[in-house]
């Protein structure tokens, strides 16, 4: 018989899987969701920034009444890019979800227990976080942030009685340290309930004075106080709750004005974000850039010479083909190494900064033969945006080895692409003296190359990547590749890796979305049959035939079907004496993002994006679909790396618009990668049918390494990291490594012995350096491998250094001079103004932009008679254009807003005296087109003469003084 107590306890575990949460639903309910809040706010703000930028140059936008990643990323002008927009907002909003998996009872991050003041400092200090990292153009740092921040800012929302209190704008206090969190209620805020829906349970003194309040949860909330609320929250059961998180909960009756409040609130922060970084980098946070990102790590010893030389010709004749398209690569990056030495990473925007980095390599030095290649690339997988095609170009063997399951455990966390081109096998380079010529020659025309380092092949294996060997006289013929795959729009229809081989037959269905179909096949000795959907074949040994052209270079064949009708499903029989692979990829707006998640169904029901390898009893994947509202999945399996034969099937359950939840019973026992099958229309018609699958390679673990949150490190300090190792295997001994990109000194035990099913607790220590930049990310990676290699995990932690930050005071703008004489036809009339803008500790203000405003902004920094730097401000515009919003921001990212608008009735000038005795510093201009916009209505005087001036005006002293907002 089941006792009481049991009955209740299994009541509560149910009701937790289907129903109550303490902060807005992850998913499975109608109401409204944290990602779906998130989700609507980056929508508007994204657009809103993209449609002024669209003013700026003379066009109007009218944005679409509903949004979308689709329509906001054709307002930027970018719609190839919607992928990448997708992939942001998801991995936002993957982090905004974890706070819940992770800090379920913690009250300060989801306004509990009253905890304004530690809630708000989370939310201060995570933007701080933000700002800086962008600054460093570390994004994924920013993203990962921004997410968790928003989870506590949304909360106060919904658990707080803001709402209640009759407010229905945002509590801008939250994201300004600097303003106080005031009327905290210090007595009773709560009464039992009087009636069944418990509504009124806010005492009416709170209410009258306004006093701020949270619920609690448990046991032991404090007499008096309001219950969070919920079945299972005790104390809440005859008391009732006030969270607002659905519309079923305690106070659900506001759940939609909590919802949309939290909205704006979300979208506040954002602008103060904007603001502080301007409008290109906080484009660049949403993954709106120009198109894909060039990345090279490229080996600079003495032999290296001829394939330098390659490099620059190759990077030149992308450039020059791509720059000012929408092809252009929005970032450049580059790694370069040698022995004993590798890096730094260097990234720039400007093609022709690039130029000039590849010019000033040089090739030197080189002593013995391998070199640190795996060190460069893992530099090149830790600063490259996720996703990114890496090529690595080198003629030796990897001297880090041990560095390899660190380099294939970041390969799998960042889904990036590898391909190595490598030239000469590693035998046949300082080796060669001993090699005649005749032998070389010999060698080079029978394409016979020495294997080079294993290592590099089962890398790019992983990674779905190539590994094409060629001669360096070759090179060239073998640098297409990099031109061709260097799109956003680039999606993996199809890949395989066979080892051992033997005949097989191959399947590819190409839907009508893919454009620029390709086909690579690496191998010494493949021997290869096409079939296309109309019938047409051609065989390997016909370069040129009725599919199209194959080339062939070294162990890389590339072919390009030119047949007009590519729609339908091809064919492909190999054959092959030595390994080979076949991967076969098109340009589509059409493809799938996924992350592995595990759940957990506690208190606050949630889901968290694995950082290792997902264990191997269950597999759960969280898919998005990109390409519209008509694209979605049918079937979703994992497929075995080396063997098509064994895939395993998911269960698909829709948990939010185009998102789904694929759950796994079984997995396969080595590597397998993932494959979606779906449909891109509503018609069931054969013609709509697609296939994507992800290049990278994955694998399960019976080890699991599991971190904890550890917030950010301080230059000049030794920060702990702690981590946990548990295996459901027999257990044993696991070597333990830790290594990290930024090679801070690292102290930690090298060996752990685990028993199945008992965790052990261990740490890991990383001295920073105290001249370590503000914004400075560091990847962490640490494995556990079982002593004889059969099984291994990794964690990957991606970790901000950021110095303590006490200055919280925004700058502030004082006009000098205002004059408007607008009058008549707007267009031939100008106003302009003149301000200072100051800090108040003395340093002075980097940066000063236009946030509203269609005109031209100069700016000059002076150092005044007092020793206070001085930011001179000039702006001046049409008269058709009259709004102004200026945004200052000064060294550690404060945000001060300039402006307010009021209606001047006749023209307006005030003359305050500039500052003496100052010295020039620097001066800056930023120009916005004053190109009137084709559909601009004419304007009249009384128009015209809408000057927008500052919160108050001080007639007698004729100073407009600015105030922050």
């Known amino acids: 018989m089941i006792t009481t107590n049991v009955q209740i306890q299994i009541l509560i ?18 109401s409204k969701k944290h990602q779906d809040i998130t989700h609507d706010a980056i929508l508007q703000t994204t657009a809103d920034v993209c449609k002024l930028q669209a003013l700026q140059q003379g066009r109007d936008i009218v944005l679409p009444v509903s949004l ?146 949270s619920g609690y949860f448990g046991l032991f909330k404090p007499k008096g106080k309001c219950s969070h609320g919920g079945l299972f929250d005790p104390s809440s059961w005859f008391e009732g709750g006030i969270n607002k998180d659905t519309d079923s909960s305690s106070h659900g009756y506001l759940h939609d004005v909590a919802a949309s409040v939290a909205t704006a609130a979300t979208r506040e922060l954002l602008e103060d974000i904007r603001a502080a970084v301007g409008d290109s980098e906080f484009l660049r946070l949403m993954g709106f850039s120009q198109t894909s990102v060039l990345c090279f790590v490229i080996d600079t010893t003495g032999s290296m010479s001829d ?174 590749i990099i031109a061709d795959i260097s799109s956003s729009t680039l999606v993996t229809l199809f ?18 979305s893919v454009q620029n179909l390709t086909i690579y096949i690496t191998g010494n000795s493949p021997d290869y ?71 957990s169904h506690g208190l606050h029901p949630s889901y968290s994006v694995l950082n290792r390898r997902p264990a191997n009893t269950n597999v759960s994947l969280l898919v998005s679909m990109v390409g519209g509202d008509i694209v979605r999945p049918t079937e979703v399996f994992l497929v075995e790396a080396s063997n098509s034969i064994f895939n395993t099937f998911g269960s698909l359950e829709e948990v939010a618009s185009g998102q789904y939840l694929v759950t796994f019973n079984s997995i396969p026992a080595g590597a397998f990668t993932v494959r979606v099958v779906g449909q891109n229309s509503l018609s069931r018609s054969s013609d709509n049918i697609f296939q994507r699958q992800s290049p990278t390679q994955f694998q ?36 333990i490594r830790v290594s990290n990109d930024r090679n801070f000194k690292t102290q930690f035990n090298t060996s752990i012995t685990l028993k199945s099913g008992v965790s052990v607790n261990d740490t890991v ?43 919280f005071t925004p700058p502030v703008c004082e006009a000098v001079n205002a004059y408007a004489n607008c009058s008549g036809n707007c267009s031939l009339s100008s106003w302009y103004l003149t301000a200072n803008v100051t800090d108040g500790n003395g340093s002075s203000v980097p940066t000063v932009r236009i946030l509203q405003g269609n005109g031209n902004l100069t700016t000059t920094t002076v150092l005044s008679d007092t020793g206070v730097n001085v930011t001179m401000v000039i702006y001046n515009a049409s008269c058709c254009f009259v709004d102004l919003e200026l945004v200052a ?41 004053t190109a009137r916009p084709s559909n601009q209505a004419s304007i009249n005087s009384a128009e015209c003469l809408f000057l927008p001036v500052f919160l108050w005006i001080n007639v007698g002293a004729s100073v407009y003084q600015f105030m922050h907002l």
């Not at 899987?17 to 902060?23: L, M, P």
């Not at 503000?774 to 556990?784: M, Q």
């Open 700 to 735: 399960t673990s019976t080890v699991t390494i599991t971190t904890q949150e550890v917030g950010t490190m301080e230059p000049g300090t030794i920060f702990t990291l702690p981590f946990t190792v548990a295996t459901n295997s027999s257990g044993g001994s696991f070597n």
């Open 307 to 480: 394939d330098i030389d390659e490099v620059r010709r190759v990077t030149s004749s992308i450039i020059d083909s791509k720059t000012r398209t929408a092809a252009q690569p929005s970032e450049y990056i580059l790694v370069e190494f040698n022995d004993p030495d590798y890096g730094p990473l260097t990234r720039t925007t400007d093609p022709n900064l690039f130029k000039e980095q590849l010019n000033a390599l040089i090739a030197h030095d080189g002593g013995d033969e391998p070199e640190m290649c795996l060190s460069g690339l893992r530099l090149a997988l830790t600063g490259s945006p996720p996703q990114t095609e890496i090529f690595v170009f080198t003629d030796a063997d990897a001297k880090d080895i041990w560095l390899t399951s660190t380099v294939k455990a970041l390969i799998e966390k960042t889904k990036s692409v590898v391909t190595f081109m490598l030239t000469n096998g590693f035998s046949f380079r300082r080796h060669r003296r001993s090699i005649t010529s005749v032998h070389r020659q010999k060698r080079a025309s029978t394409g016979f190359f020495t294997q080079l380092n294993q290592v590099y092949h089962d890398l790019a294996q992983a990674s779905g990547g190539q590994a094409i060997e060629v001669t360096k006289g070759t090179l060239d013929q073998a640098t297409s």
């Open 889 to 929: 921001v000064d060294e550690v990212g404060n945000v001060a807003t300039c402006f307010k608008s009021v209606r001047a009735t006749e023209p307006i000038t005030s003359t305050v005296p500039p500052a003496t005795n100052t010295t020039n510093i620097t001066t800056n201009t930023a120009t916005a087109s």
């Open 13 to 30: 575990c149910l009701y937790l899987i289907i129903s109550q949460t303490v902060a807005f639903m992850p998913f499975w309910t109608k």
């Open 495 to 512: 890949q395989a890796v066979r080892n051992p081989t033997e005949t097989e037959n191959f399947s590819v269905f190409v839907d009508s």
């Open 765 to 807: 220590t990383l001295t920073v350096p105290g001249n370590t930049p503000s914004g400075t990310d560091v990847t962490v990676t640490i494995e556990a491998e079982a002593v004889d290699g059969s099984d291994s995990n990794y964690a990957v932690l991606r970790i901000a250094v950021i110095a303590p930050i006490t200055d």
């Open 68 to 213: 979308t990643v689709e329509s906001v990323a054709e307002v930027c002008s970018s719609s190839n890019l919607a992928k990448q927009f997708q992939r942001n907002i998801d991995k936002i909003n993957k982090h905004n979800a974890w706070i819940d998996y992770r800090h379920p009872f913690t009250g300060s991050y989801h306004f509990d227990d009253e905890e304004f003041l530690s809630g708000r400092n989370l939310i201060t200090e995570g933007v701080s976080v933000v700002k800086y990292s962008v600054k460093q153009q570390r994004y994924e740092t920013a993203r990962e942030t921004l997410g968790k921040i928003l989870h506590t800012l949304q909360d106060f929302y919904s658990h707080s009685n803001w709402v209640e209190l009759g407010n229905r704008e945002p509590y801008s206090n939250l994201i300004k340290p600097d303003t106080p969190i005031s009327n905290i209620a210090d007595s009773d805020t709560c009464r039992q309930c009087t009636n069944s829906t418990c509504t009124a349970n806010i005492l009416e003194e709170v209410i009258e004075k306004r006093k701020l309040t």
């Open 529 to 599: 049959t096409i079939i296309s959907p109309s019938g047409f074949s051609q065989n390997s040994t016909v370069l040129n035939g009725t599919l199209g052209r194959i080339r062939k270079v070294g162990n890389f064949h590339t072919v390009q079907p030119n047949i007009a009708d590519q729609t339908g499903l091809w064919l492909f029989n190999i054959s092959s004496t030595q390994p080979y692979t076949i991967k076969v990829v098109g340009q589509s707006a059409v493809d799938f993002l996924f992350d592995f998640v595990e759940f």
